[in-house]
């Protein structure tokens, strides 16, 4: 029984740490950005949530663009760990979320795309996006063309 017991309470502490790692799998931290004329400076983990999701708003406040939530199209580390430590949910939850809020509010779904690269070129052009990215892809040239609110 004893030997059960240290067991349980090993296992649990392993489940504990591993929920409270921020960190993709790879080691890699993840990076929330938004467009440089977003006058957010930074954001919350609860508020990147609500602002991905579209909880609250549609809109960004203060410059009255439309929220457009990015990510990438095929799983990777980097979405597993922010649909699941920011925003609590699986990639079929989100996909079921953004599916039903199209159909019930004819509400664009999120922009999906391959890379980093191309998700930072869509946030550099797009004033109302908000994505998250591998911290690594972020480099110094990248950086001056996006606003981070979130390091994760």
């Not at 296992?11 to 957010?40: C, D, H, Q």
Request: hydrophobic share 40%; with cysteine.
């Amino acid at each position: 029984m004893k030997k059960i017991s240290t067991l349980f309470v090993f296992l649990l502490i392993s489940v504990l740490l591993t929920s409270f790692n921020r960190e993709t799998a790879a080691g890699e931290s993840i990076t929330i950005i938004v467009n440089k004329e977003n006058p957010v400076a930074n954001l919350a983990p609860g508020e990147v949530k609500l602002y991905y999701l579209r909880k609250i708003k549609k809109r960004w406040p203060g410059i009255n663009k439309n929220i457009r939530p990015a990510g990438r199209k095929s799983k990777c580390a980097e979405q597993d760990a922010f649909y699941a430590q920011v925003l609590g949910m699986t990639a079929d939850e989100v996909e079921q979320y953004f599916a039903a809020r199209q159909l019930q509010n004819a509400e664009r779904p999120y922009d999906k795309f391959l890379s980093d690269g191309d998700i930072i070129r869509f946030v550099e052009e797009e004033p109302g996006a908000i994505a998250y990215v591998n911290a690594r892809s972020l480099t110094e040239e990248a950086k001056k063309k996006v606003k981070v609110v979130l390091i994760w």
